[in-house]
C-alpha cells in the first residue's frame, strides 16, 4: 500500500513538472520598423541561429525556447497594448530593436521606455545614431552601436598625434546633443585626456535662421582654437558651414570634425564642407552593407541571448533557471519583472561581446573619413583610417586647402623678444617740446603716471624716451 501511494505521489509530482513545463517558455523577440527595406530573410537568420545555438536544449521537458521576428508598424497608435500582445504574451525575456532611420524614432524611445518599464532587457543597435538615446538607469539595455565614448575617444586620438590641446564644440538641438556634451566633459577630467580644454561651446537653436547661426559662431573669430567638432544632422552641418563659411572659419588654419557621416559615396558641391575636414562613420548608408550588417547584429543578438540562456541552463537548478529564464512581466498589473536585472547580468557577461557594466561596448571600430577632391567642382568623403580598441591608424590624410602639413591647431601669432645688456643708465628721458608736446626724431612719448591719473599734458604726465644702452 505505501508502495503504491508513492507510486501514485511520485506520478503526480511528475505531471505537474510536466506541466509546469510547457508553461515554462523562453524567449527571444526581435523588433524592426515595417517598412524597413533591409528586411529581407534576416528573420530565418535570426530565428535559425537560435534554434542552432539551443538545439541541446530542444526536447527539454521543462523548458520551450523561442525566437520570433516582429516586423512593427511604427505608426500604430497603441504601442503599449502592442508590447502586451505580442512581447510580454509570447513570454519574451528579451527584446532585441534595430532601427536604421537617419534620426531616432519615436516609437523607438517609447519602446524602449515600455518595455524597460516591465523589466525586461533590450539589445539596440541604431547605425546612424550610436548613443543616440540613453535611456534611465532602471531600463535594462546592451548597445551593439559604438557609444559617444567611443567616438570622442577616436577625435581625441586624432587630436592627441598632432598636439592640439584645445577644442571648440558646436551642437544644434539634436537629439543627443547634451549627453555628446557630457561625455566630453566627463572624458576631459579622465587622466589620460586631461590636457584637453574645450574653449567654447556653441549650441544652435534653429539651423534655418541664418541672423542666429551667425550670432552664435561670431565669437569663434577670436577664440584660442582653431579645431571645431560639430554634432548636428547632415542637414543642420549644410547650413551651420555655409555661415561659417561667411565668417572665415573654414579657412586653412580651421580643422573641422563631423560626427555620424554614413554615406562616403556622396559626392557633394564644390563649397559644401571645408576640404581637408574629418568625418567619423559608423555604419556606411548603401542597402548591400546595411543588409548584411542589420543580419550580423541580428546574428549576434541571438548568440548573445543563445549564450545567457545556455549559462542559466547549465550552472542552476530547476527552481532558479524558471526564475531567472521565465519572464513574470505582467501588462495588467503593470507588473515588473524581478529578475530581469538577473538575467541582463548574464546577458551582459556572455563572451559573444564585451560590454562595460552600463551596457555598452568595451570597444568599437569606427572608420575616419577625410573630405577630399573628386575634381575640379566635386569633393567626396575617402576613407584614411580607423579607430579602435588597438588605436587610431591613418594614412594619406589631405589637409584644409590642400596643404602639405597640418594645421596648427591655434591662431598664429608671432613675438619680438630683444635683449640687451642692463648696464645705468638703462634708459635716458627727456622732456617732449614745451610748445608743441611731441617728440624730437628717434624719441617715443612714454607715459609716466597710470591711465587712471586725469591732469593736462604737462612734464610730470609724459616723458621723451630717448633711447637706451647696449
Same mark, same amino acid.
Given at each position: +500500500?505505501? /508502495?503504491?501511494?508513492?507510486?501514485?505521489?511520485?506520478? !503526480?509530482?511528475?505531471?505537474?513538472?510536466?506541466?509546469?513545463?510547457?508553461?515554462?517558455?523562453?524567449?527571444?523577440?526581435?523588433?524592426?520598423?515595417?517598412?524597413?527595406?533591409?528586411?529581407?530573410? *534576416?528573420?530565418?537568420?535570426?530565428?535559425? &541561429?537560435?534554434?542552432?545555438?539551443?538545439?541541446?536544449?530542444?526536447?527539454?521537458?521543462?523548458?520551450?525556447?523561442?525566437?520570433?521576428?516582429?516586423?512593427?508598424?511604427?505608426?500604430?497608435?497603441?504601442?503599449?497594448?502592442?508590447?502586451?500582445?505580442?512581447?510580454?504574451?509570447?513570454?519574451?525575456?528579451?527584446?532585441?530593436?534595430?532601427?536604421?532611420?537617419?534620426?531616432?524614432?519615436?516609437?523607438?524611445?517609447? +519602446?524602449?521606455?515600455?518595455?524597460?518599464?516591465?523589466?525586461?532587457?533590450?539589445?539596440?543597435?541604431?547605425?546612424?545614431?550610436?548613443?543616440?538615446?540613453? $535611456?534611465?538607469?532602471?531600463?535594462?539595455?546592451?548597445?551593439?552601436?559604438?557609444?559617444? @565614448?567611443? &567616438?570622442?575617444?577616436?577625435?581625441?586620438?586624432?587630436?592627441?598625434?598632432?598636439?592640439?590641446?584645445?577644442?571648440?564644440?558646436?551642437?544644434? @538641438?539634436?537629439?543627443?546633443?547634451?549627453?555628446?556634451?557630457? &561625455?566630453?566633459?566627463?572624458? /576631459?577630467?579622465?587622466?589620460?585626456?586631461?590636457?584637453?580644454?574645450?574653449?567654447?561651446?556653441?549650441?544652435?537653436?534653429?539651423?534655418?535662421?541664418?541672423?542666429?547661426?551667425?550670432?552664435?559662431?561670431?565669437?569663434?573669430?577670436?577664440?584660442?582654437?582653431?579645431?571645431?567638432?560639430?554634432?548636428?544632422?547632415?542637414?543642420?552641418?549644410?547650413?551651420?558651414?555655409?555661415?561659417?563659411?561667411?565668417?572665415?572659419?573654414?579657412?586653412?588654419?580651421?580643422?573641422?570634425?563631423?560626427?555620424?557621416?554614413?554615406?562616403?559615396?556622396?559626392?557633394? $558641391?564644390?563649397?559644401?564642407? $571645408?576640404?581637408?575636414?574629418? =568625418?567619423?562613420?559608423? *555604419?556606411?548608408?548603401?542597402?548591400?552593407?546595411?543588409?548584411?550588417?542589420?543580419?550580423?547584429?541580428?546574428?549576434?543578438?541571438?548568440?548573445?541571448?543563445?549564450?545567457?540562456?545556455?549559462?542559466?541552463?547549465?550552472?542552476?537548478?530547476?527552481?532558479?533557471?524558471?526564475?531567472?529564464?521565465?519572464?513574470?512581466?505582467?501588462?495588467?498589473?503593470?507588473?515588473?519583472?524581478?529578475?530581469?536585472?538577473?538575467?541582463?547580468?548574464?546577458?551582459?557577461? &556572455?563572451?559573444?561581446?564585451?560590454?562595460?557594466?552600463?551596457?555598452?561596448?568595451?570597444?568599437?571600430? !569606427?572608420?575616419?573619413?577625410?573630405?577630399?577632391?573628386?575634381?575640379?567642382?566635386?569633393?567626396?568623403?575617402?576613407?584614411?583610417?580607423?579607430?579602435?580598441?588597438? =588605436?587610431?591608424?591613418?594614412?594619406?590624410?589631405?589637409?584644409?586647402?590642400?596643404?602639405?602639413?597640418? $594645421?596648427?591647431?591655434?591662431?598664429?601669432? @608671432?613675438?619680438?623678444?630683444?635683449?640687451?645688456?642692463?648696464?645705468?643708465?638703462?634708459?635716458?628721458?627727456?622732456?617732449?617740446?614745451?610748445?608743441?608736446?611731441?617728440?624730437?626724431?628717434?624719441?617715443?612719448?612714454?607715459? +609716466?603716471?597710470?591711465?587712471?591719473?586725469? +591732469?593736462?599734458?604737462?612734464?610730470?604726465?609724459?616723458?621723451?624716451? *630717448?633711447?637706451?644702452?647696449?
Amino acid at each position: +500500500m505505501q /508502495c503504491h501511494t508513492l507510486y501514485i505521489l511520485t506520478w !503526480i509530482i511528475s505531471r505537474l513538472l510536466t506541466a509546469m513545463g510547457q508553461d515554462s517558455v523562453s524567449s527571444i523577440i526581435a523588433l524592426v520598423p515595417q517598412d524597413s527595406i533591409y528586411g529581407g530573410n *534576416s528573420y530565418k537568420i535570426f530565428e535559425k &541561429t537560435v534554434k542552432d545555438k539551443l538545439k541541446s536544449y530542444r526536447y527539454d521537458d521543462d523548458f520551450k525556447f523561442g525566437a520570433s521576428y516582429i516586423m512593427v508598424d511604427k505608426y500604430t497608435p497603441k504601442f503599449f497594448e502592442y508590447i502586451c500582445s505580442e512581447i510580454v504574451k509570447r513570454h519574451a525575456n528579451t527584446v532585441a530593436i534595430i532601427d536604421l532611420n537617419d534620426s531616432l524614432s519615436s516609437w523607438i524611445r517609447y +519602446m524602449v521606455l515600455q518595455i524597460g518599464f516591465l523589466g525586461i532587457p533590450i539589445i539596440q543597435w541604431y547605425p546612424d545614431n550610436p548613443g543616440l538615446f540613453k $535611456p534611465p538607469s532602471d531600463v535594462l539595455t546592451l548597445q551593439l552601436s559604438p557609444s559617444y @565614448y567611443h &567616438t570622442i575617444s577616436a577625435i581625441f586620438s586624432f587630436m592627441n598625434r598632432y598636439d592640439w590641446r584645445q577644442f571648440s564644440v558646436i551642437t544644434s @538641438y539634436q537629439e543627443g546633443h547634451h549627453q555628446f556634451i557630457s &561625455t566630453i566633459d566627463d572624458i /576631459c577630467k579622465e587622466t589620460q585626456w586631461k590636457q584637453f580644454a574645450v574653449v567654447d561651446k556653441v549650441k544652435i537653436s534653429d539651423p534655418n535662421n541664418k541672423l542666429l547661426i551667425h550670432r552664435k559662431l561670431a565669437p569663434l573669430q577670436e577664440s584660442d582654437s582653431r579645431i571645431i567638432i560639430l554634432f548636428a544632422s547632415r542637414y543642420e552641418r549644410k547650413e551651420i558651414i555655409n555661415v561659417a563659411a561667411q565668417l572665415k572659419l573654414t579657412k586653412n588654419e580651421y580643422l573641422w570634425f563631423l560626427t555620424g557621416i554614413n554615406n562616403m559615396r556622396d559626392v557633394l $558641391p564644390k563649397n559644401t564642407l $571645408p576640404i581637408g575636414s574629418i =568625418g567619423l562613420m559608423y *555604419s556606411e548608408n548603401k542597402y548591400r552593407i546595411r543588409k548584411m550588417e542589420m543580419e550580423e547584429m541580428l546574428n549576434k543578438s541571438a548568440h548573445i541571448w543563445g549564450s545567457a540562456v545556455q549559462n542559466v541552463m547549465k550552472h542552476t537548478n530547476l527552481t532558479h533557471k524558471q526564475g531567472v529564464l521565465v519572464s513574470t512581466a505582467n501588462c495588467s498589473s503593470s507588473q515588473r519583472w524581478e529578475n530581469g536585472e538577473l538575467f541582463y547580468q548574464y546577458l551582459r557577461n &556572455t563572451s559573444v561581446m564585451n560590454f562595460k557594466l552600463d551596457g555598452t561596448l568595451e570597444g568599437s571600430q !569606427i572608420k575616419i573619413m577625410n573630405f577630399v577632391y573628386k575634381s575640379e567642382h566635386k569633393r567626396k568623403w575617402k576613407q584614411i583610417g580607423t579607430w579602435d580598441s588597438k =588605436g587610431l591608424r591613418t594614412k594619406d590624410i589631405t589637409w584644409p586647402g590642400n596643404s602639405p602639413k597640418p $594645421p596648427l591647431g591655434k591662431p598664429a601669432r @608671432y613675438y619680438l623678444q630683444i635683449t640687451t645688456l642692463r648696464e645705468e643708465p638703462y634708459v635716458l628721458y627727456s622732456d617732449p617740446d614745451p610748445e608743441t608736446g611731441t617728440c624730437n626724431r628717434g624719441g617715443a612719448l612714454c607715459r +609716466m603716471q597710470p591711465k587712471n591719473v586725469t +591732469m593736462r599734458f604737462t612734464q610730470k604726465l609724459y616723458k621723451l624716451y *630717448s633711447h637706451y644702452t647696449f
